[in-house]
């Protein structure tokens, strides 16, 4: 029996219980508290911070994969050198832990990305080479989900942010919608993609998925695959790649953000595709043949739960939606947390889109 070890406890680590259990595979998860997220299959518990702690968790293991993108790659690296199996690898990661590693990663690729900057004080020259204001600003580390990202208009709105080190400056991409392109690879390098899907966006955080994304041309679809699978050969990216990108209204697309896990917008392919983003991840981190990314629905509609999932509150308004799926990620409640989602599939966007978001109005309602 193959173990996989996952750093960190939360969500993504917890809907990979179910994929472990059908392939026969030992899931073993670090997490951060005994509550966590994945608390079902955590079995060690500590900070992923602390080198001897992780080194503990990775001798039980037969490979690392991680939950999220922080363990510090020196870790990493100082594992693979002891003979730990690490997937994705260091040098994969290091283009989702720095922003800026990132953009310098995509520009020696050649992959359509916005103009960027790296600036370490106000500098107006800097600013040029993007554009003008208003522009991006975003922390290089650590931001995600809306937070560390600024739309700017002056200096003076990210003062704060270059006391403390270097910012990166993004093109301010006019754009039409936000797409994702997930795929997964595995060591041998077989590649398996799932079909472009649309991510909609509120208060810089994923709302909605639509899978896949309407209206997409052949060969916008092909250019999203094959940067996509670019990305993962030259950089061994092993398991699951989220690619997400930009629409424009000339239709090109450019690379916004890189994700080296499952990924929120893969969500739907647990109920629309043959093989769940997280079944797809551990068959790859185990080197096992791919399964297939078929459609088994027209359309698949994800929408994430801000806040509280709470399963009780569901089962009220359950007998009026019985095709539409619950997640919940039992996370303590907090506003504008990510605390599970609804899925459902169906014939046709407009009617299933319609459906799902009746099914969230009712939450909403029985929860209040």
Sequence with gaps: MSVVGVVGGGQLARMMIPAAI????????FGETDVASAHLAVTQVGDYADFTQ???FAKGV???TFDHEHVPLEHLRALQEQGTTVFPP???LALT???TVMRSALEELDVPQPLWAVIDDADDDAVSHVGNFPCIAKLPVGGYDGKGVRVVTQWSEIEDWLEKGPVLLEELVEFTRELAQL?????SGQWQAWPVVETRQQGGVCAQVISPAEGLNPSQASLANSLAENIADTYGVVGVLAVELFEKPSGDIVVNELAMRPHNSGHIFTEQSDTSQFEQHLRAVTDTALGSTRLRDNTGIMINLFGSAE??????CAGDFPSVKFHSYQKPSRP???AGHLALTGPTTAETLSEALAAEEAYKGAHS
């Design 22 to 29: 059908n392939l026969g595979i030992d899931l073993k998860v």
């Design 54 to 56: 992780l080194a503990r």
């Design 90 to 92: 260091p040098q994969a």
């Design 97 to 99: 832990q720095d922003k």
């Design 336 to 338: 504008g947390r990510k």
């Design 62 to 64: 037969d490979v690392l």
């Design 183 to 187: 795929g997964a690879r595995r060591p």
């Design 311 to 316: 399963f009780s509150t569901w089962q009220q």
